[in-house]
């Protein structure tokens, strides 16, 4: 794609004036270590530190780094030690540390948390190139080079692509049993709207909020579902329509859909379908366990409905309602593992990610915990397991379910026997899915950072109540946009 098309010089002081974001300056080659093609005595590991978010700390995380220590040190001589920090406060410390220049090794990044581009920016991660090539071939052949297209920078790529499900089919898991005591059916389910018979029911005849939210999590704005590409999900309020040949970049917050999507979330909050004080996440989590919601919308990749229910103990249905799919540079970046610039074993920490992402033995060990202690198989044949006896999601001392953190999703094994096929068939997502004309696209923040920090803190402090439903569009968003177009002047 022409990218000189998309952004003149001139074109930036305009985004601005709608509310941009952009970063990326190319940061400096890795330093040097030790290569595992040169001899090392087995007895000499090199210790690598791999950092990410988490629901808090796995019980059994000491027991699981042991077993794949065990592989590692003999396969790469790396003793590995694992970091989860708290989803909750997971871009804050990393923020801090890599901004204090803290040595680190893997590091989890995203357009929406941790920032990747703002890493870029901020020249805390390695260039990757190189070490791709060199020292992890079959990560690098795993996927096509227009694929690693997306995660290039000036030039340059800095994270390493997890495969999963590219396009976001956002849509809704419902609780099976509730679909049939309420006699509704997802058939004839094409938009949000058409969940709100069902919901009322719900609401009125269980006395619950019927949908899951948590941490001001109520928005039923998704980029994607209304048909834009959003650029840079680290922004979050610039977007284009995915078709538009003229490649216009507009400020979602002025759009008609983006009007529509806080007023149905209003609507949703007044009825009492979403709660007006969600809880923390932790929290949500264990009541919807607790039969305490109805449904839940997300990215319904085949699948979901089974780790849905190994996650919240119901079975589900689930509907995707978005149409057509958008392929995106956001959506084929969407997690990500990167090395730090501060890392002084480099190569090593490409040797471990190598084994996340082609070892299905050490990637299903890191996702799902240790055979016979934390899964058994049921199918071994199919690749389907299950939890042994008296074993639950809950009960479990390691169960992350966060199989799209670590690597290679599509060598995980399948939690239910009615699993098998979904990675095939969300292959055939990725590669269907309409590609948005800004595909391969990445925002440089860079000449305008101090603007988007600027402008981000006034939508933090006005923005975030508008798109959670607490307050009316109409009453609050002209104030927010004098304000915004006040501040990138």
């Not at 581009?117 to 795993?142: H, I, M, R």
């Not at 057509?324 to 997690?335: E, M, N, Q, R, S």
């Not at 603007?451 to 798109?467: F, Y």
Request: aromatic content about 10%; proline content about 5%; charged content about 25%.
């Amino acid at each position: 794609m022409n990218q000189k098309r998309l952004f003149s010089v001139a074109s930036i002081f305009v985004i601005l004036a709608l509310l941009v974001g952009c970063a990326a300056p190319g940061a400096p080659a890795a330093g040097t270590t030790t290569s595992a093609s040169e001899p090392q005595a087995k007895s000499d590991l090199v210790p690598v530190t791999y950092t990410y978010a988490g629901s808090g700390v796995p019980r059994d995380l000491k027991q699981v780094q042991d077993a794949l220590n065990k592989i590692l040190n003999e396969k790469i001589h790396v003793n590995l030690t694992l970091e989860p920090i708290d989803f909750g406060a997971y871009n804050e410390k990393m923020q801090l540390r890599l901004s204090a220049g803290e040595e680190c090794d893997i590091i989890f990044t995203a357009p929406w948390i941790n920032s990747y581009t703002n890493n870029v920016a901020n020249g805390s991660l390695l260039e990757l190139d190189d070490l791709l090539k060199q020292d992890a071939p079959g990560l690098w052949a795993s996927m096509p080079a227009s694929t690693w297209e997306a995660a290039r920078i000036k030039g340059h790529i800095y994270g390493v692509i997890n495969q999963q499900i590219f396009p976001k089919p956002w849509g809704v898991h419902v609780r099976k049993d509730m679909l049939d005591k309420y006699n509704f059916s997802l058939d004839g389910v094409k938009k949000w709207e058409d969940m709100e018979p069902f919901l009322a029911k719900v609401k009125d005849g269980e006395g619950i909020t019927p949908v899951y939210s948590a941490d001001l999590g109520n928005s039923l704005w998704r980029a994607q579902y209304y048909g834009y590409d959003p650029l840079d999900d680290g922004i979050g309020f610039i977007g284009m329509k995915a078709n538009d040949d003229k490649l216009t970049v507009v400020n979602v917050l002025k759009t008609q859909e983006y009007r529509d999507a806080v007023n149905l979330t209003k609507k949703w909050v007044d009825a009492g379908y979403f709660s007006k004080e969600p809880l923390p996440g932790d929290e949500a989590k264990a009541a919807f366990r607790a039969g305490k919601f109805a449904m839940d919308y997300h990215v319904e990749k085949p699948g979901n409905d089974v780790e849905a229910q190994a996650a919240f103990g119901y079975e589900f249905v689930i509907k995707n309602l978005t149409d057509p799919l958008i392929l995106d540079t956001a959506g084929a970046t969407a997690t990500m593992n990167g090395i730090c610039k501060s890392s002084k074993h480099s190569i090593d920490a490409m040797h471990v990610l190598e084994l996340f992402n082609t070892d299905a033995e050490v990637y299903n060990l890191l996702s799902r915990g240790i055979e016979g202690v934390h899964w058994v198989w049921k199918d071994e044949a199919k690749k389907v397991m299950g939890y042994p006896d008296g074993v639950t999601p809950e009960t479990s001392g390691y169960a992350p379910n966060t199989d799209w953190m670590f690597g290679n999703q599509f060598n995980a094994y399948y939690r239910d026997e009615k699993q098998v096929g979904a990675w095939e068939a969300t292959k055939k997502m990725n590669d269907t899915a309409y590609p948005s004309k800004a595909l391969g696209f990445v925002i440089d923040r860079e000449p305008i950072k101090t603007e988007i920090a600027q402008v981000t803190a006034i939508l933090k402090e006005k923005g975030v109540s508008i798109e959670n439903g607490f307050v009316a569009y109409d009453d609050a968003m002209p104030d927010l946009l004098t304000q915004i177009d006040t501040q990138a002047k």
